[in-house]
């Protein structure tokens, strides 16, 4: 390991120590660790569309001060969500798996990362526990998910995205991420923005505030359609598979009539660019027939090499079920084992045989899971997967308080979203998207903790 590296480690460990040190000498000074930590997550949520560097920055800032937070109030106790078990159970599969991983080095990055995100959840669902914190947070990702989404449109334009097989990277530069980050985005404005889900009881509460509406509504408008070309500049399938679905379920959540009208819309949007851009269509149609997107030499063989590995990370899951081999060490395997790899591929523009090495990690988030951490780490993430719709669902369902309302349908359409990506693109320890679908799941935790009606809520029946 390179000495500045070994620095950097000792420097680190040693302020870790001396900030909990002070934080067991000076409990008075928990206060100061809260808002710290706070200050923390408000970065991630600034930058986490911007500069994903600057966002991990303020995520491990948050959960280090969070810890002196606890540790100055004398507080051990893991803070109470509804996803707790299925959480904590796969957090300690992933742990376990470094016993018997076959790359204790991927291990410890990748499941690492996992575990790293899941201390993030922890610590945004304790601290982000009023609605003045929560709306901050939301406000700060908008800001901020808007520029990205401005500058991936003119990024788009000037690479001639819509005819040409270049692909835009957003502020963060990875064409993968980016465009799932902007369907979170659009998710939180359609969801946060838009849609009006006050009871139907329920009277607005600025009459005066109606020209400030429209104004707000016909920006948010300008941004959705933008995100939505985003999406297409990207030609990413994990993306758009996702947010069709999320914008379907939203509609729905507020009336059919707009569930159908969003029909409407989508169907008539998809005509339209698939007419226009054909890199665009081809991509998306490969998903059926997979002999649409040719295979070129020195390129990855598309969905046919998505397939194949998805084959490969069954073939491991097979040989090891129960345990799997290692989180994040699926890559390692699969370089040193040859019987799991794919089989040659025909190239047609050539007429040899070609050997895609593109990747060597599944691409799909879910067949990872089972062959790098079993069969149990599986069903614990897919029991999360499962209360990340229900429960949201029930509070909305349940729910007179339009925040909380707001709060559960953003949750819904975030969790789809990510299902989508989870299928192409995401894994666990991806730190561009998962970290920021439990960062949402972290709102709705806190919304659903919260006992009583919202301020706004209680204001506007007065």
Same mark, same amino acid.
């Given at each position: 390991m390179p000495l500045l590296v070994l620095i950097k480690i000792f420097s680190i460990t040693i302020s870790i120590l001396v900030l909990f040190s002070l934080a067991v000498k000076r409990p008075g000074l928990s206060g100061f660790f809260e808002n710290a930590a706070l200050s923390g997550i408000f970065l991630f949520a600034l930058f986490i569309p911007v500069k994903d560097g600057f966002a991990v920055f303020g995520m491990a800032a948050a959960i280090i001060f969070y810890i002196a937070f606890k540790i100055?109030?004398?507080?051990?106790s893991i803070p109470k969500t509804v996803f707790n078990v299925p959480l904590l159970i796969y957090a300690g599969i992933v742990a376990a798996s470094f016993l018997w991983t076959y790359s204790l080095k991927d291990s410890l990055n990748e499941g690492g990362e996992a575990l790293y995100f899941i201390l993030f959840f922890f610590t945004a669902s304790a601290l982000v526990n009023s609605e003045k914190r929560i709306k901050f947070m939301i406000y700060t990702f908008t800001f901020s998910i808007c520029i990205a989404i401005i500058y991936g449109f003119f990024q788009g334009l000037?690479?001639?995205? #819509?005819?040409?097989?270049g692909r835009i990277t957003g502020l963060i530069g990875n064409w993968v991420g980016f465009p799932v980050q902007v369907s979170f985005g659009l998710t939180v404005i359609i969801a946060y923005y838009l849609l009006?889900?006050?009871?139907s009881g329920e009277k607005n509460r600025y009459a005066s505030g109606k020209i400030l509406r429209a104004a707000s509504g016909i920006f948010f408008a300008a941004i959705i359609l933008l995100g939505f070309f985003d999406i297409v500049f990207a030609k990413a399938r994990s993306a758009w598979i996702g947010i069709i679905p999320a914008v379907f379920v939203?509609? +729905?959540?507020?009336?059919?009539?707009?569930?159908?009208?969003?029909?409407? #819309?989508?169907?008539?949007?998809?005509?339209?660019?698939?007419?226009v851009s054909k890199t665009f269509k081809s991509r998306i149609f490969s998903m059926f027939n997979p002999k649409i997107y040719n295979l070129r030499l020195k390129n990855h063989g598309d969905i046919e090499s998505h397939i194949a590995l998805i084959k490969s990370?069954?073939?491991?899951?097979?040989r090891y079920p129960l345990t799997g081999?290692?989180?994040?060490?699926?890559?390692?395997?699969?370089d040193e084992h040859k019987g799991v790899r794919f089989p040659w591929y025909y190239n047609p523009n050539t007429g040899k045989k070609i050997y895609d090495l +593109?990747?060597?990690?599944?691409?799909?988030? +879910?067949?990872?899971? #089972?062959?790098e951490t079993g069969i149990i780490s599986f069903i614990a993430l897919m029991w999360l997967f499962f209360l990340a719709i229900k429960e949201p669902v029930k509070l909305f369902k349940n729910s007179g308080d339009k925040f909380k309302r707001r709060i559960s349908s953003l949750a819904i359409g975030a969790s789809i979203i990510f299902y989508g990506s989870f299928a192409g693109v995401s894994n666990m320890s991806n730190d561009q998207l998962t970290n920021l679908w439990l960062f949402f799941l972290a709102l709705f935790s806190a919304v659903n903790n919260m006992s009583g009606e919202s301020e706004e809520y209680v204001i506007s029946k007065k």
């Open positions: 100055a109030r004398r507080d051990m000037a690479i001639n995205a #819509l005819h040409s097989s009006d889900f006050k009871n939203l509609m +729905y959540l507020k009336s059919k009539k707009l569930f159908f009208a969003a029909l409407i #819309l989508l169907f008539v949007l998809n005509i339209g660019i698939f007419s990370a069954w073939a491991v899951f097979e081999v290692g989180a994040g060490a699926f890559s390692k395997y699969f +593109y990747d060597n990690w599944p691409e799909n988030g +879910y067949m990872q899971t #089972l062959a």
